[in-house]
């Protein structure tokens, strides 16, 4: 069955560090998401990307996030200049459509600022 | 962004019992409604849509009443393997690539 692959799995960096998390969503599909989820709370949409652009981002994604398709298999989320708050799991996901289509998640990356 | 509500519970069930949760949502623009799963520190794993109509899936029923702006899961001869955070999760108005809005979560525990 084809999934969403995520790397790293666990990214350790100190504050005002850059950081890049990659995700491969799955093959044939044409949007994707980055969420995050802060220990202990819900689940956050961060942005959505379709055709090369974001097509909606949330009140969290700032000018510090941004993010990309490099080629034709990877979708990256960078965070600038990390802060203390940003420690949190990262999960990418895609779907084969637009909102009314079910969104596979892939397994994320916990990231941790020092 | 609107909110969805939970019973956070954690509901504590024996083994082969019949458990439900519902959640509420705000925004009655919302056109798409599903159940996740999450176990504890991996991805949400989707469970089922939710129809109007309501759906089956095994031991697994949704409804979805539009009205009330409510929606429930009822889980049949529970197994161990059920215990898991459940996710109320609905969609914005559908025009365009919208995010997901997410219920903190119903954690149930299913004893032996």
């Known amino acids: 069955e084809p999934e969403v692959t995520q790397t790293p799995s666990h990214q350790v960096t100190q504050m005002g560090q850059e950081v890049i998390l990659r995700c491969v969503p799955i093959?044939?599909?044409?949007?994707f998401y980055w969420y995050r989820q802060i220990l202990g709370q819900k689940v956050e949409f961060l942005v959505s990307?379709?055709?090369?652009?974001?097509?909606?981002k949330s009140e969290i994604f700032d000018d510090q996030f941004s993010v990309e398709r490099p080629d034709g298999s990877n979708f990256t989320l960078k965070i600038r200049s990390t802060k203390l708050e940003d420690s949190a799991m990262y999960f990418c996901?895609?779907?084969?459509?637009?909102?009314?289509?079910?969104?596979?998640f892939g397994p994320g990356t916990r990231l941790t600022v020092t | 962004r609107k909110e969805v509500e939970q019973d956070p519970g954690p509901f504590n069930v024996p083994e082969g019992a019949t458990v439900a949760f519902n959640c509420t949502y705000s925004n009655s623009a919302s056109q798409s409604f599903f159940w996740y799963r999450q176990d504890c520190r991996k991805e949400p794993k989707l469970l089922m849509s939710?129809?109007?109509s309501g759906n089956e899936d095994g031991r697994f029923t949704a409804q979805l009443n539009r009205a009330s702006q409510y929606i429930s899961l009822l889980i049949r001869d529970s197994k161990l393997s059920d215990s898991a955070t459940y996710l109320c999760v609905v969609t914005g108005t559908g025009g365009g690539a919208d995010g997901l809005t997410f219920g903190k979560g119903t954690h149930l525990i299913i004893q032996p």
């Open positions: 939710v129809y109007s």
């Open positions: 996901a895609s779907s084969a459509d637009r909102g009314f289509y079910e969104q596979y």
């Open positions: 990307f379709y055709n090369n652009e974001i097509s909606e």
């Open positions: 093959s044939n599909h044409l949007y």
